[in-house]
């Protein structure tokens, strides 16, 4: 799977948007990028997944650049309970066993 | 209903014994996982199984075996404890191998050697 490098920690203010970048530069055609969360001492929540389009759920949105080398996570208001560690993780699907490898994400921390 | 649920959520043991830690997920999905999180807080895949199979063994000492009595269960077996095994075991399944859906994942057992 493609490595992907994130920042290790951000900050956002509470009631806006956090944005959370991604680089996937090794990304290969059939690799789809998923973001998961980790709030603390909870196991992994999953956000949301694409493979080259825009994607928006009730959690988030995810903005993939056209040459897929990189992509943005938004959390458009962010609450005091959206401080978690964020994963970005690119994976085949349907290789390897279904697993995800993990990173070291990027700690968000949304203060008052 | 908790989706992936695991027992215990704390285990404190000492360093030799041997001890499970149960799995179970109401999803009605095909494929469980074990992952490890260590002191630094990096998460690894242990171990997938899909229908009872397994097909995931990340070079995890023979120290632990896993389980599968039925699709919704994959337990996990650790003998003669160590030290280093002390960390945060995460299950956690998904509906099959090939689809690209979600993981669920369980809250978690701290297992601590002393």
């Known amino acids: 799977d493609a490595k992907t490098t994130q920042p290790t920690s951000m900050d956002c203010a509470e009631g806006r948007a956090a944005n959370l970048p991604c680089n996937h530069s090794?990304?290969?055609?059939?690799?789809?990028v998923y973001w998961y969360r980790q709030i603390h001492s909870q196991g992994p929540q999953y956000i949301i997944h694409g493979l080259k389009n825009n994607e928006t759920n009730e959690m988030a949105s995810l903005i993939i650049t056209e040459d897929r080398k990189s992509s943005t996570l938004i959390l458009p208001h962010a609450t005091l309970r959206d401080t978690a560690v964020y994963y970005c993780?690119?994976?085949?699907?349907?290789?390897?066993?279904?697993?995800?490898?993990f990173g070291q994400g990027t700690e968000l921390s949304v203060k008052p | 209903d908790t989706a992936v649920s695991q027992t215990p959520k704390y285990l404190v043991t000492q360093m030799g014994n041997d001890k499970s830690i149960k799995c179970e997920q109401n999803l009605g999905h095909d494929t469980m996982y074990w992952y490890k999180q260590d002191s630094k807080k990096f998460l690894k895949i242990m171990f997938s199984y899909n229908n009872k199979e397994l097909i995931i063994n990340e070079t995890v000492p023979n120290r632990f075996s896993p389980k599968s009595p039925d699709k919704a269960h994959l337990n996990l077996h650790i003998n003669s404890l160590e030290l280093g095994d002390s960390a945060v075991y995460f299950c956690a399944s998904s509906q099959d191998l090939i689809s690209n859906r979600r993981a669920f994942f369980g809250q978690g057992t701290r297992l601590t050697v002393v």
């Open positions: 090794t990304i290969s055609g059939n690799e789809y």
């Open positions: 993780i690119v994976r085949v699907v349907g290789n390897q066993g279904g697993k995800l490898i």
